[in-house]
């Protein structure tokens, strides 16, 4: 009997010490400017500790790596939610080499997260694919946990996830809880870039209603994005080149005509083959009531002058693809126009405004949906895909 407590203590004691470990959660890849040879890594503990450090190395295929691993300092940031008080961190990883799997993990003393595989891009204009997301939003650890287990199935071999905003209800933290849950460890593993859309907006109650502000301190925590966009836009407004490809990410909340003259001048000296932006508000609507002529009469301009590809827009909760545009119509010129895509990967989906129909290609909704994009040289192939795996759309480009 006597054997039996010690057990039943020895056991009880060992579950509450392996409960009040606090082992670094909410690790997540981020693409920098340089995705050829750096990488951003974020992360988040409930108490803090300063010397948190990210330790990485060129991968190898057994444990030997250990003996050449690096350690890199890590900055430290007080997330002060609702007067709850916790810890992100965020690094780095500088001067690695193109093309190169590295491991990689994070903590402090010796609290470490498992070790983790990255690729760095190449330098060149190597093929490569990627997977755009339109609004989560809701239900995320209900109904998004399939959408994204189904996607790395699909593409497992994906540079990085692109989302378009939208990506919780609320800046709340107890929805991105249930993000991290959702997503487990894909986001240690597959870079992500992502625009900003209304909802992951900071906001402030005003006679006791919402106002959205300007500001968004958890998303600017919880991800390490650039900051080569407006002053004041920082992390919200970028660009990068990956592999032969400019990725421009506006944030079409506010500010129009201060990203328009950013966007002309990353346009204008643009030295890769094709051009992808990607924002939160579409430029044609497909939700029931909405319109936003203001982003369309702001930015399709810039994207007609420029010989913008593809636009990849959210917030509208249905799908839609348009043909190609030039100047508001159907292009006559296949050397010129852009391809507008709006999708939707959460299960909140309106009814679709077929107002701009005879524009689109591709009307839907009801459908929960993600898409692998490939780029192969003179070649950009879209495929689109429902939560079960049907291809639901497909186009290509050629240039
Ligand atoms: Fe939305
Ligand atoms: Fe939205």
């Known amino acids: 009997m006597k054997k039996i407590i010690a057990f039943s203590l020895w056991l009880?004691?060992?579950?509450?010490q392996a409960q009040s470990v606090d082992?670094?959660?909410r690790i997540i890849l981020n693409l920098t400017i340089n995705p050829s040879s750096s990488i951003a890594v974020t992360w988040h503990t409930k108490e803090s500790y300063p010397q948190s450090f990210v330790e990485f190395a060129e991968a190898t295929n057994w444990v030997e790596f250990k003996e050449h691993t690096v350690k890199t300092p890590t900055q430290m940031n007080e997330l002060n939610y609702k007067n709850n008080i916790s810890y992100t961190y965020s690094t780095v990883l500088n001067d690695l080499k193109p093309n190169t799997l590295y491991v990689y993990r994070v903590g402090y003393d010796s609290v470490m997260s498992e070790w983790n595989q990255f690729r760095t891009a190449s330098e060149g204009n190597q093929p490569f694919r990627f997977v755009y997301f339109g609004d989560p939003q809701n239900g995320i650890r209900e109904d998004l946990s399939?959408?994204?287990?189904?996607?790395?199935l699909t593409a497992p071999d994906a540079s990085f996830w692109l989302f378009a905003g939208d990506l919780t209800d609320l800046p709340d933290e107890s929805m991105w809880e249930e993000w991290f849950d959702a997503t487990g460890f894909i986001h240690r593993i597959v870079p992500s870039i992502m625009a900003i859309g209304n909802h992951d907006l900071y906001f402030e109650m005003v006679n006791g209603k919402k106002k959205k502000t300007d500001k968004y301190p958890l998303w600017q925590s919880l991800f390490t994005l650039p900051e080569n966009g407006p002053q004041g836009l920082e992390e919200s407004v970028y660009y990068v080149d990956y592999q032969g490809v400019r990725f421009i990410v506006l944030n079409t909340n506010y500010r129009l005509e201060d990203q328009a003259e950013w966007l002309e001048n990353v346009l204008s000296n643009n030295p890769n083959k094709w051009t992808i932006v990607t924002y939160h508000h579409p430029v044609y609507s497909t939700g029931e009531g909405r319109d936003n002529r203001d982003i369309r009469e702001t930015f399709m301009p810039i994207f007609d002058k420029f010989n913008v590809d593809l636009v990849l827009q959210g917030h509208d909760h249905t799908y839609a693809r348009t043909y190609k545009i030039y100047q508001g119509k159907i292009s006559v010129d296949e050397s010129k126009?852009?391809?507008?895509?709006?999708?939707v990967s959460g299960p909140k989906q309106y009814s679709a405004n077929p107002m701009y129909k005879d524009l689109i290609a591709k009307l839907g909704t009801f459908t929960q949906l993600f898409q692998v994009i490939d780029i192969q040289g003179d070649r950009l192939i879209y495929n689109s895909y429902t939560v079960t795996g049907e291809l639901y759309d497909h186009f290509e480009l050629t240039k």
């Open 12 to 16: 009880f004691v060992t579950i509450l």
């Open 146 to 152: 399939r959408v994204f287990r189904k996607a790395i």
């Open 23 to 25: 082992t670094p959660e």
């Open 337 to 343: 126009g852009t391809v507008y895509i709006t999708s």
